[in-house]
DNA sequence: AAATGAATGTTGCACTTGCAACATTTTGTA
DNA sequence: TACAAAATGTTGCAAGTGCAACATTCATTT
C-alpha cells in the first residue's frame, strides 16, 4: 500500500508540510471527527489511529462507507453532495494531520520534486481507494448472501494468493460490508460449513473448494 | 466534471503527449476493446465515442461496473486483481488515447507545469470517480428494491437541485446499476406510482414526495 | 406500411432474506 | 473470580425478490 509520504525525506516532508495549510487534532476513543472538517474539503492522514466512515439511514441502519487506518487518509473530496447523513468515528485514540485540499491543488511553487512526489502518492492512493470500491461493488451486486460471500472470500484469497482468509473484521461489520443481515449471514455461512466449502476457526476461514474449477457449481446452488 | 486537458493549451498538450508513452485506437460500435490493454496499466481518454466496463459472473449475468463517456477516462489501475472476469465495450464508434500509465508516475522531467497541471487534472478525476463510487455502494447497500430507487432518486435530484430526474440509461441498465430484477423494479416501480410518489413519462420522473419530511415514512413501507 | 427486434410491462410462484426474539459464548473489566 | 457487556449462534415466519413465461409497446429498417 502507498504511503502519502513515500520517497520523501523528514526534511522535505517538513519543508512540504509549511508550504500546505495544515492543523493536527487528537481524537479520542468513539468520538465523532465529522464536526472538525464538515464545511471544507481536506485530507485527513492518519498519523496513529483508526477512523470508521460510516452512513445513517432514514431508518437509522448504519452502513460502514470506509474503514482507514494508520498511514492511510480520508479524504473528505469523496463525500456526496449530502453530508449531512455522513459521519466519521475514531474507533481508537487517533491523530490526524489535516491538509486543506485547496492548497494542495492551488500551489504556486510547484517546482519541487518532493512537491510532485506527493501529488503523485496522493494519485495512487486514489486509485488505490477506487480499486477496493469496485471490490465492494462486484460484492454488493452479488444478488445472493451466499454469493456475497463467496466473492468476498475470491477476492481476499486472491488478494494473499492463498486459502486461508483471516478476516479483517468481526461478523457484525462483515455484515456491514456485505449489507446483508447479521443472522442470515451467519445461517448462510453454517450451510456454507455444512456443504463441506469453508471452515471457520475464530476469524480464520479456509476455503475448501477449488477456486477455478468447483467453484461455478458452488455459485447458485 | 474536470477535464483531462483542462488549463493545459494545445501546444502543451502536444508537448505533454511526446513526452509520455501514448498511443491512439478506433473502435467500431459493440467491440471489446479489452484485448489491447489487459496486459499493462494504461489510461485511456475517450477522445470520441462512450464506453461500458462490464463484469460477467461465472453463471453469466452481466454487471455495469462503470460507463465512460466522451473526454473522461478509462483507468485501467482500477481492475482488481481478477482481470479474467472484466470486459470494456465500445457502445458507439469509439476514439482512445492510450497513455501509459508508469510513463507519467516516472517521468524525470517534471519541472513544467503543464505536467503538474496533468497529474492535478488526473487526481480530480479520480476523486470524481471515487464520488461515484461512494454513491452507488451508498445505493446498494440498501436492502429493498424501493429503497434502492429512492436513495437513486435521491442522490440524482441532489446533484441537479430539482424534482425531475432525467435518466441516464434506460430501464435495463438502471436494473443493472441497482442490481435488481428488472422485472421485479418494474413492479416496485408501478407501486410508487400508484402510491402517489413518483410520476414517470419516458426517462423523465418527476418526485411527488418532500424530500425532508415524508420520506422517513416513504423509506420502509 | 409492414416487419423485425428491442425495450418495457405484468404476474404467479418458489426461494431467499430480513426481522424478531432468544440462547450461548466470548471478551473486557471491576 | 465474578459480573456485565459485547459478540456470536439459532430459528420461525412474513415479506420481498428473482425467475420464468408471456403480453404489450416502441423503435428501426426495408
Redesign the interface.
Known sequence: MTHLFDSINTRNQEKLLKMLETYSLHFSKNTSIFSTFSSENVIGYIAHGFLQVI?M???GTK?I?EEIYENDIL?T??????KNDYDVIAKEETELLFIDYESI?TLKD??K?F??QF??N???I??E???E??????I????TIRNRLLQYF??MS??HSSKFIYLPFNFIDLADYL???RCAMSRELKYLKEEGFIEIKGKRITLLYDKYSS??KL??L
Open positions: 452512513k439511514d432514514k431508518n452502513t462507507i479524504n473530496v469523496f463525500f456526496s453532495i449530502d491543488l510547484t517546482n520534486d512537491y510532485i501529488i503523485k496522493l494519485l495512487k486514489t486509485n481507494k477506487t480499486k470500491k469496485n471490490e465492494r461493488i462486484e454488493l451486486t452479488q444478488k475470491t477476492i486472491n488478494k449489507a446483508v443481515d467453484s461455478d455459485i447458485n
